[in-house]
C-alpha cells in the first residue's frame, strides 16, 4: 500500500530557503517525484531521485533517503511565483505513481 | 505545453448521467495514467495502462471505466454521476520504458455535476 506524510501548509519568506518535508511507506518503491501545481493547474515536474542523496536543479534540490522512507525538496532564492502546492510522489511496482496530499507554500514579501 | 491533451476542458452534467473524458498521451508515450483531484484535495490515483493494457489500479469505482486505444489514446468513461464526483480529472502521460520517465499532465478536465 501506499502512506505519504507531507505538512498541509508551510509559509516563507522571499528570497529564503524553504525544506518541504515528506515521510513515505510504498510496496516495491523504485524513485520519489517531486511536483508543483498552482492551483487549478496541472501538476509540473521538478525533480526524480532512485537513490540515495542530493539532486540538485538550480533554485531546487531534493534528497532521498530510502531507508527511512524520507525525501525533502529544497528550495532556495524564494519568489513570489514559487506560491503553489508541492506534491510528493513515490514510486512503486509497475512504475505507478501516487500523490501526497501536497504542501501549500505561501511565499510572502 | 507538456503535449498532453485532455478535452473536454469543462464538462456540466446532472446526477444519473455518463460522460466520457479523452486523453491524446505525448507522442511517442506509451503509459497513461488518470487521476482525481476534487477541491482542495491531493490527486487520486485511478488507474494505469501501458501500450493498451491496463497496468495498475488504484481507488476507481465501478461506475468509472477506462481504456487505452491501439492509437494509444485513451478515454475515462464516468457513469451514474453523482454530486461527489464533480472534480479536476487529470491525464498524464510518460514513455513508461524507465522508473525515471516523469509523468507529463494535460490540463486536465473540470467535471461539475449539479
Known amino acids: 500500500g501506499q502512506n505519504i506524510d507531507q505538512p498541509t501548509e508551510m509559509t516563507a519568506t522571499e528570497g529564503a530557503i524553504v525544506q518541504i518535508n515528506c515521510t513515505y511507506q510504498t510496496s516495491g518503491f523504485n524513485g520519489l517525484f517531486w511536483y508543483q501545481q498552482h492551483a487549478g493547474e496541472a501538476p509540473t515536474f521538478l525533480s526524480y531521485?532512485?537513490?540515495?542523496g542530493l539532486e540538485e536543479k538550480g533554485r531546487f534540490s531534493s534528497f532521498l533517503s530510502r531507508s527511512k522512507g524520507y525525501s525533502y525538496l529544497l528550495l532556495k532564492e524564494l519568489q513570489m511565483k514559487d506560491s503553489a502546492s508541492y506534491l510528493c510522489a513515490p514510486q512503486g511496482g509497475y512504475q505507478k505513481v501516487t500523490f501526497g496530499t501536497g504542501t501549500k507554500l505561501q511565499v510572502i514579501p | 505545453d507538456s503535449g498532453v491533451t485532455q478535452t473536454p476542458k469543462h464538462l456540466i452534467t446532472a446526477t444519473g448521467q455518463r460522460v466520457t473524458l479523452r486523453c491524446s498521451p505525448r507522442?511517442?508515450?506509451?503509459?497513461v495514467y488518470w487521476y482525481q483531484q476534487s477541491l482542495d484535495q491531493g490527486l487520486q490515483f485511478l488507474i494505469q495502462?501501458?501500450?493498451?493494457?491496463?497496468?495498475a489500479k488504484g481507488n476507481i469505482l465501478e461506475r468509472f471505466s477506462a481504456q487505452q486505444f491501439p492509437d494509444l489514446h485513451s478515454e475515462l468513461n464516468l457513469s451514474s454521476l453523482e454530486l461527489g464526483d464533480s472534480a479536476l480529472y487529470f491525464c498524464a502521460s510518460s514513455s513508461g520504458t524507465g522508473n525515471s520517465s516523469p509523468l507529463h499532465f494535460g490540463n486536465g478536465t473540470r467535471l461539475t455535476v449539479t
Open positions: 495502462y501501458y501500450n493498451g493494457e491496463e497496468r
Open positions: 531521485n532512485v537513490l540515495d
Open positions: 507522442s511517442g508515450d506509451l503509459s
